[in-house]
């Protein structure tokens, strides 16, 4: 069972509506695909998207009374444009990205996201291609340095190069390929648990998990596709689960906005890039105490939510006008942007 996270906060974002069309690029267990198809019925539709074939085999069951109206792909949601087009998908009203692991994937010893339970150090949510978690790390055996970069970067691990060292030494001793070894491996590298509340191996996990599905370039890619097919009052909201993740929605959705030299400042050329957008929520909104109590996975969740607006005046659609992020008032002066 996955409990979809800050649901009426992303329904009230998106809005849906009769006849509206709407994807949703993370179907996990399709909770937020079913609300948003109850509240734009009879007639709206939802394209869902999920990398994970397991994912789209259980909505397709669960979503199949609302007919013709759902459609589910097994594809990575930073191909959304290519597989929106291929439908005639067009003029989308709102899209959804849910980012992260579904309870099913980390419930699942087999799949080996978890250092709970034991399993194969899988960790592909696509497990029709790509490197396991435990080909990435034979490849990576005589690059320690490496290996703890990417520990730094994606887990943020302080002891990311005694861990990365620790991981190179005994996979020339032995192949690591499940997820208790790596657990223990971590473990003995940073000396036990030591009462601490999350366990020593959480942020290597993690890392690797990142690593392994390319999360980072996938949301890059798939916040562009997404905002270039909504329609004109269309909104796109992303619910992330670590800063990475959130740093990378809340820049784009700057970029879009334009905020840097605005309009309204008195400004007469517009600096953001296309299509433009609004915010939707002011603030990135986090779960209430009590969806925190009932469900503990959500104590990560941030929900951001922007509207795509028409262009601004002289800026010809589809033309990217951004000079810098940061001009200086003097490039305040009215020139034409093509
Ligand atoms: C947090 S769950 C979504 C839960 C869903 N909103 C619900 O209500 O059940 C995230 C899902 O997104 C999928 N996913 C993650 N990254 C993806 C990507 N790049 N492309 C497509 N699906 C992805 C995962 O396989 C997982 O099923």
Redesign the pocket.
């Known amino acids: 069972m996955?409990?979809?996270?800050l649901?009426p906060e992303t329904i009230a974002a998106l809005a849906p509506r009769a006849g509206g069309r709407y994807i949703?690029?993370?179907?996990?267990?399709?909770?937020?695909?079913?609300a948003i198809l109850e509240k734009s019925g009879p007639d709206g539709a939802l394209l869902g998207?999920?990398?994970?074939e397991a994912?789209v085999a259980r909505c397709r069951e669960r979503l199949s009374r609302f007919g013709s109206r759902f459609e589910a792909v097994h594809?990575?949601?930073?191909s959304m444009a290519d597989v929106a087009a291929e439908r005639g998908f067009s003029g989308v009203d709102g899209i959804?990205?849910?980012?992260?692991?579904?309870?099913?994937?980390l419930d699942e010893a087999d799949r080996g996201f978890s250092f709970r339970a034991d399993g194969p150090l899988d960790m592909r949510?696509?497990r029709s291609r790509g490197e396991t978690a435990a080909e990435w790390i034979a490849a990576r055996a005589d690059d320690p340095a490496g290996i703890a970069r990417v520990l730094r970067e994606y887990g943020e691990e302080p002891a990311a190069a005694r861990i990365a060292r620790a991981i190179a030494r005994e996979q020339t001793q032995a192949p690591i390929e499940s997820t208790a070894r790596l657990a223990a491996v971590v473990e003995k590298a940073v000396g036990g648990r030591r009462g601490a509340a999350r366990h020593p191996a959480t942020r290597t996990f993690q890392a690797i998990r990142i690593a392994v599905?390319?999360?980072l370039g996938?949301?890059s890619r798939?916040v562009e596709a997404a905002l270039g097919l909504l329609a004109e009052g269309g909104v796109l909201a992303v619910?992330t689960?670590h800063s990475l993740e959130d740093r990378i929605v809340k820049r784009a959705f700057a970029a879009h906005e334009g905020r840097d030299v605005s309009l309204q400042q008195g400004g007469s050329e517009w600096r953001g890039d296309l299509p433009a957008v609004e915010r939707v929520l002011r603030r990135p909104v986090a779960p209430s105490e009590a969806e925190t109590a009932s469900n503990p996975r959500a104590r990560s969740a941030r929900l951001r939510a922007v509207r795509r607006i028409p262009a601004p005046a002289g800026v010809a659609a589809g033309a990217s006008p951004r000079i810098s992020p940061f001009p200086s008032p003097t490039c305040l002066s009215p020139r034409r942007t093509a």
């Not at 996955?2 to 996270?5: A, C, E, G, I, S």
């Not at 949703?24 to 937020?32: A, K, P, R, S, V």
């Open positions: 996955h409990v979809p996270v649901l949703d690029g993370t179907l996990g267990g399709g909770g937020h695909a079913e998207i999920d990398r994970d994912a594809a990575d949601f930073a959804l990205l849910d980012l992260g692991v579904s309870s099913f994937q949510m696509d599905n390319d999360e996938q949301v798939a619910i689960f």
